[in-house]
Nanobody, 129 residues
């Protein structure tokens, strides 16, 4: 069983920055494609960013391109989301997700929620105007 613990959320003014962290335990983190999703009240859970096993391939939603950066440190079993130039519309609960398979591609990333097997508990990000 894989456990994911999200942290780093908080209240920030528009234009500010936050860095989210997701610490994984229980299995071989370096084999997992990872991602960040977010869910605002009354809305669906949407992909924010995704990263491949080797960290070389990444995906960003159009709404965050140029402002957010996803990265991973396989030695620390942690994935990060650096969020800059935050906007009020970024307000949501942010969740990290991990995909576990017996075989995997080191370069693939996944953008659909159904592709992931494990989820963090979520961390609230609130951006005030």
């Amino acid at each position: 069983q894989v456990q994911l613990v999200d942290s780093g959320g908080g209240l920030v003014q528009a234009g500010g920055s936050l860095r989210l962290s997701c610490a994984a335990s229980g299995r071989t983190f370096s084999h997992y494609p990872m991602s960040w999703f977010r869910q605002a009240p009354g809305k669906e859970r949407d992909i924010v960013a995704a990263i491949s096993v080797n960290g070389g391939n990444t995906y960003y939603a159009d709404s965050v391109k140029g402002r957010f950066t996803i990265s991973r440190d396989n030695a620390k079993n942690t994935v990060y989301l650096q969020m800059n130039s935050l906007k009020p519309e970024d307000t949501a609960v942010y969740y990290c997700a991990a995909r576990e398979r017996t075989s995997y591609s080191p370069t693939a990333y996944y953008t659909a929620a159904r592709a992931y097997d494990y989820w963090g508990q979520g961390t609230q990000v609130t951006v005030s105007s």
